[in-house]
């Protein structure tokens, strides 16, 4: 079944789409006049803020800028249209990845709303914390929620930017 859709319509109907999407993308990038580094980084990230805000649900990360900056060396050195059309393509594929939730995220995110419930409860019980009583459940648990994952993304950053300095 297979090789009739390779016969017909040139390949399997992902692969055509993947196709598709590359020369969408491309013809789109090589309308804009691209001639220095930041021009190029702009037209990247124009690229990838079209990706998020157009699929609902999914989110890709930008590649990191000496990624992009390789491929601009790549894509100037490269003199054909049609060469600098395959270093685009093969940056695209290679650096397009999901956006992925650490797993630290993920349990904050689940145990932090009963863990906020519990500890406004107790708060209730000591005197000087009498004025939790005041603050409403629906208020209090996802603010809770909120500041536990901002601070769990932040002790992540902090934690990994001091682990890569060697």
Known sequence: MGLVTSFMGG????TQMLNLA??????KFVEKDISTFEEFHVAVLDIFNSFNSAIPGKHYDVPL???VDKCFTRWKEAGDSSVKKQVFIEFMKN???LSKLDDTVLITGLVA???AMVAKKA???????KLIKSIPDVAFVPSATVLALIS??????IF???NQSP
């Open 11 to 14: 390949g399997l109907p992902s």
């Open 22 to 27: 590359t020369d969408k993308l491309y013809h």
């Open 65 to 67: 800028r000496k990624e």
């Open 95 to 97: 650096n397009v990845s």
């Open 113 to 115: 709303p009963p863990t």
């Open 123 to 129: 708060g209730e019980n000591v005197p000087q914390l």
């Open 152 to 157: 769990v993304k932040l002790f992540g950053k």
């Open 160 to 162: 990994l930017k001091n």
